[in-house]
């Protein structure tokens, strides 16, 4: 009997501490905690066998193509320090994103951790991604991503800087970036994909067909989505990259002038996610050679933190445009 109500006690113990995690713990708090735990997969990407050999000649000299001089030579120059030791700079890219994930999952450590995935997400967008490829001659996809995983990570990373509480004693949302930047931010995603979407390269009938065939996959399931998917575009990829170039832009100016935020926001994480699946191919986690969780989920978390953002609010109602002292009858200066 003693043995019953212990546990029980115990039990009820546990539900408290759930129940107070679940109500304490602010958007912010969660933010940093998924954006901890996608830094730690990224880390455990980095020790797949095939990086232990191909971690220079598959991953960094690439970027090294087509780039201007000053942005390709000290990437190639990288690649040649890394290839005679790729094993130990493998482990040591693991433990570096391992450890940010981990300092992001607990509270006294997120603002050190932060700092350094700044810092490390530059190294990767450079290194890793030839800073997205923007000054090559090749257009940048927006069903892949627009700028490369790198500076989503630093997106998210200001936008759940842990800035203290406001004057009502509430969590401040939008870390660094404020309310304002965060917007601006998004929207100048959105309407880069836009513009992106309308590019020859990208609008041509056959474009974003030969995308979906080119998707990552690894896995036969996953692949045959990718065939079925391509088959169903057919030639209408004109038509389907204006539809999505007319849908980012409205989600970006959405979020801009806060109207429709919401529906917006939901709408964004929707077509990320339809991304994710058919362009990234889940990342290329079926692969054996994916280097991070992808763009699409760091895009999805970043809408969810701009959740909080408030609509513009409607005209003033008439008894607040009213002097005070004019003799009108309240119930008189209230709207009916």
């Known amino acids: 009997m003693h043995a019953t109500h212990t546990s029980t006690r115990g039990s009820d113990t546990m539900r408290e501490r759930v129940r107070s995690l679940s109500t304490n713990t602010t958007p912010t708090r969660w ?58 700079f493998v482990v040591l890219a693991a433990l570096a994103e391992i450890s940010i994930g981990i300092g992001l999952l607990v509270p006294r450590t997120v603002k050190p951790a932060l700092a350094l995935s700044f810092v490390w997400a530059l190294n990767v967008w450079w290194t890793g991604e030839g800073l997205g490829g923007l000054f090559t001659s090749n257009t940048p996809d927006p069903l892949s991503g627009i700028l490369g995983t790198a500076p989503i990570y630093i997106f998210a990373g200001l936008l759940v800087w842990p800035r203290g509480v406001d004057d009502e004693g509430r969590q401040q949302s939008f870390g660094l970036l404020g309310e304002r930047g965060a917007r601006f931010a998004w929207a100048a995603l959105w309407l880069g994909a836009a513009a992106l979407w309308i590019f020859p390269s990208n609008a041509h009938s056959a474009a974003l067909r030969a995308t979906l065939r080119e998707a990552p996959a ?119």
């Open 31 to 88: 933010g940093q905690i998924a954006l901890g735990v996608a830094w730690c997969i990224d880390g455990l990407f980095k020790l797949q066998p095939y990086f232990f050999h191909h971690f220079a000649d598959g991953v960094i000299d690439p970027n090294a193509s087509g780039q201007p001089g000053v942005i390709g030579k000290p990437i190639a120059w990288v690649g040649e320090v890394v290839g005679p030791h790729q094993a130990i």
């Open 218 to 336: 690894g896995a036969h399931w996953l692949s045959s989505l990718h065939s079925s998917a391509a088959s169903a575009v057919g030639g209408s990829g004109t038509t389907i990259a204006l539809v999505l170039a007319v849908a980012s832009a409205e989600i970006g100016l959405a979020v801009l002038f806060r109207r429709g935020v919401r529906l917006a926001l939901f709408s964004a994480m929707f077509l990320l996610l339809a991304f994710w699946v058919l362009g990234e191919g889940f990342g290329g986690a079926f692969t054996g050679q994916a280097t991070d969780v992808g763009t699409a989920p760091l895009m999805i978390l970043v809408a969810a933190l701009l959740l909080p953002l408030e609509p513009r609010s409607a005209t003033p109602a008439l008894s607040h445009t009213i002097p005070h002292g004019l003799g009108i009858p309240q119930h008189e200066m209230s709207p009916t």
